[in-house]
T-cell receptor, first 116, second 114 residues
Framework: AQSVAQPEDQVNVAEGNPLTVKCTYS??????LFWYVQYPNRGLQFLLK??????LVKGSYGFEAEFNKSQTSFHLKKPSALVSDSALYFC??????????????FGKGTKLSVKP | DSGVTQTPKHLITATGQRVTLRCSPR?????VYWYQQSLDQGLQFLIQ???????AKGNILERFSAQQFPDLHSELNLSSLELGDSALYFC?????????????FGSGTRLTVV
């Protein structure tokens, strides 16, 4: 069965510093990987996805993620953090058993806190 | 506005009661997914419907049921409610061709069982 792990419950970063939110996955076959962000009292918003192709994926709000097949990782990164980036971040993998409409399996989430 | 509409936004009810949560997917989307978000369990997949038919089932309790209607809106029914059912319930939808390539989430229904 597909699964994702986010090893850090919380990441603290100073504004202007680079940030990394970690995600590792376990899938059979080629993974479809996603990052979502959740702001307080809001639904999840799509940030970026890896389906195939270039290992470095660029997404919304200046975020990017690096797919590393050998390490089964899909870490989220941003070169310079903003206070407004503070939110809950979820990594997800698509359940390939569901075919093209397969549901997403989410990690437990990582709370990112960016201090001024 | 994501285009996925969930009602009500907040719901407070007593143990043992039954509630219905409603979701209208984004225009053109055929798939609807229900998720439960709680502090201790994270984001748990409950159930998926595609064009009116149940497509996949996750960690959904027998006390919970769902359906998708011909107009594609979906309802999640929660019965014999317990304190532990208090959570945020999210609905998401996806387009026929992009499917699992990405969802659009609603803003959720916060259920409090007292």
């Amino acid at each position: 069965a597909q699964s994702v792990a986010q090893p850090e419950d919380q990441v603290n970063v100073a504004e202007g510093n680079p940030l990394t939110v970690k995600c590792t996955y376990s899938v059979s076959g080629n993974p479809y990987l996603f990052w979502y962000v959740q702001y307080p009292n809001r639904g999840l918003q799509f940030l970026l996805k890896y389906i195939t192709g270039d290992n470095l994926v660029k997404g919304s709000y200046g975020f990017e993620a690096e797919f590393n097949k050998s390490q089964t990782s899909f870490h989220l990164k941003k070169p310079s953090a903003l206070v407004s980036d503070s939110a809950l971040y979820f990594c997800a993998v698509r359940d390939r058993d569901g075919g093209s409409q397969g549901n997403l399996i989410f990690g437990k989430g990582t709370k990112l806190s960016v201090k001024p | 506005d994501s285009g996925v509409t969930q009602t009500p936004k907040h719901l407070i009810t007593a143990t043992g009661q039954r509630v219905t949560l409603r979701c209208s997917p984004r225009s053109g989307d055929l798939s609807v997914y229900w998720y439960q978000q709680s502090l201790d369990q994270g984001l748990q997949f409950l159930i998926q419907y595609y064009n009116g038919e149940e497509r996949a089932k996750g960690n959904i309790l027998e006390r919970f049921s769902a359906q998708q209607f011909p107009d594609l809106h979906s309802e999640l029914n929660l019965s014999s409610l317990e304190l532990g059912d208090s959570a945020l319930y999210f609905c998401a939808s996806s387009a026929p061709k992009t499917g699992g390539y990405g969802y659009t989430f609603g803003s959720g229904t916060r259920l409090t069982v007292v």
